[in-house]
């Protein structure tokens, strides 16, 4: 199985400010299709998931445009170029390239 | 609008059976894949099942192969997942989601419980 592993686990962040999370895979993502089938998500307190980034970069509609993904391979980040108040909550990466899917253990993202 | 809803979720006793529902609208059901994603109380979230637009492939964790079966009627617009041989470690909010490059359409998830 791929293993999905964040950094940090916690991050408090101050208003306006940027944060950023760090995902890396046990294996290369590229699938042989040539997609890299890895996503960002947002659970704040109390609700689902929603979708946040889909294939390395691409922000789903409706994402403000402050949270952007990059990456390549194994090595993932997701920034939030200035943290709002309604960012805080849960953050997970995930792979799609190859089953079972897997889900990073998750960052908590809060307000200091 | 487009929408799952989960339906299905209680308490249960070790060694029972559940089946939970999700109701899909606002899109064309059966033109997507389809999953089922968990989520124990205050942990992270854990992949399920998977089964094709079409019902042709399914796929299962190992956690919960052999125990859970997935399936669907494309012509009710409804996702299933049948849970056997329940365990308490299969305690959590169980999500339907749909997959389109990426789980892009979540449901608000229902809550099973496995206790005596």
């Known amino acids: 199985d791929i293993v999905m592993t964040q950094t940090p686990l916690s991050s408090p962040v101050t208003l306006g400010q940027p944060a950023s999370i760090s995902c890396r895979s046990s294996?290369?993502?590229?699938?042989?299709?040539?997609?890299?089938?890895l996503s960002w998500l947002q659970q704040r307190p109390g609700q689902p998931p929603r979708l946040l980034i889909y294939?390395?970069?691409n922000r789903f509609s409706g994402v403000p445009d402050r949270f952007s993904g990059s990456g390549a391979g194994t090595d993932f980040t997701l920034k939030i170029s200035r943290v709002e108040a309604e960012d805080v909550g849960v953050y997970y990466c995930?792979?799609?390239?190859?089953?079972?899917?897997?889900f990073g253990q998750g960052t908590k993202v809060e307000i200091k | 609008q487009v929408q799952l809803v989960e339906s299905g979720g209680g308490v249960v006793q070790p060694g029972g059976s559940l089946r939970l529902s999700c109701a899909a609208s606002?899109?064309?059901?059966?033109?997507?894949?389809m999953h089922w994603v968990r989520q124990a109380p205050g942990k992270g979230l854990e992949w399920v099942a998977f089964i094709r637009y079409d019902g042709s492939n399914k796929y299962y964790a190992d956690s919960v192969k052999g125990r859970f079966t997935i399936s669907r009627d494309n012509s009710k617009n409804t996702l299933y997942l049948q849970m056997n041989s329940l365990r308490a470690e299969d305690t959590a909010v169980y999500y339907c989601?749909?997959?389109?490059?990426?789980?892009?359409?979540w449901g608000q998830g229902t809550m099973v419980t496995v206790s005596s």
């Open positions: 294996q290369s993502l590229v699938h042989s299709d040539g997609n890299t089938y």
């Open positions: 995930m792979q799609a390239t190859q089953f079972p899917w897997t």
């Open positions: 606002g899109f064309t059901f059966s033109s997507y894949g």
């Open positions: 989601a749909r997959y389109h490059d990426a789980f892009d359409i």
């Open positions: 294939k390395i970069s």
